[in-house]
């Protein structure tokens, strides 16, 4: 007696069936909407890079956008982060960002590769320019908001790479002997 009841608890009506598909198929098309706001969003981050266009980065990233470089946090806010730019495109003329392959998306983070390249025409962080050329490949992690502004980037790249394209060197360390 108490198997009929328990099979009957379980079964799904019709409508709770196409209440359950409805909802799956609304939380389906809110993932894809993100998704094309995140490359969308991704597009005009780039944009923005390669026009040095400040207003489109401010139109696509929240007041506290941070930015952590090779798992440091080097960025607290946009302001900041606008600075930034400004010194790239200060110390690079011809600046070219580029994704290369297709953007991964998973929740609200978008997952890109890319070459930055560039010629060092200009002062760079206090450094004289050295005319040199430099192509560096990375890794980078964009996380949007609800509203698919970008809260943050993690990027990753070999930052001996990029100053050695620049002509500096490392130099063995002085041994005490």
Not at 50 to 66: G, I, P, Y
Request: glycine letters at 6%; hydrophobic letters at 35%.
């Amino acid at each position: 007696m108490i198997l009929p009841v328990f099979i009957s608890c379980n079964k799904t009506t019709k409508k709770e069936k196409e209440l359950l598909d409805a909802e799956r198929e609304m939380a389906h098309t809110k993932v894809m909407k993100m998704e094309k706001d995140m490359g969308t969003a991704i597009g005009d981050i780039v944009n923005a890079w390669n026009e040095h266009n400040l207003n489109l980065m401010r139109k696509v990233s929240v007041e506290e956008l941070s930015r952590f470089t090779n798992g440091k946090k080097e960025i607290s806010s946009r302001s900041e982060y606008l600075s930034m730019m400004d010194s790239f495109h200060e110390g690079f003329s011809n600046i070219k960002v580029e994704i290369t392959g297709e953007p991964v998306f998973a929740g609200h983070k978008t997952f890109t590769s890319f070459i930055f390249s560039g010629n060092n025409s200009g002062i760079f962080m206090g450094n004289a320019p050295t005319d040199k050329e430099v192509e560096v490949h990375g890794f980078s992690i964009w996380t949007f908001n609800e509203e698919g502004l970008a809260t943050r980037e993690e990027v990753y790249y070999d930052n001996n790479e990029f100053l050695t394209q620049l002509g500096y060197s490392l130099s063995p360390p002085e041994v005490k002997k």
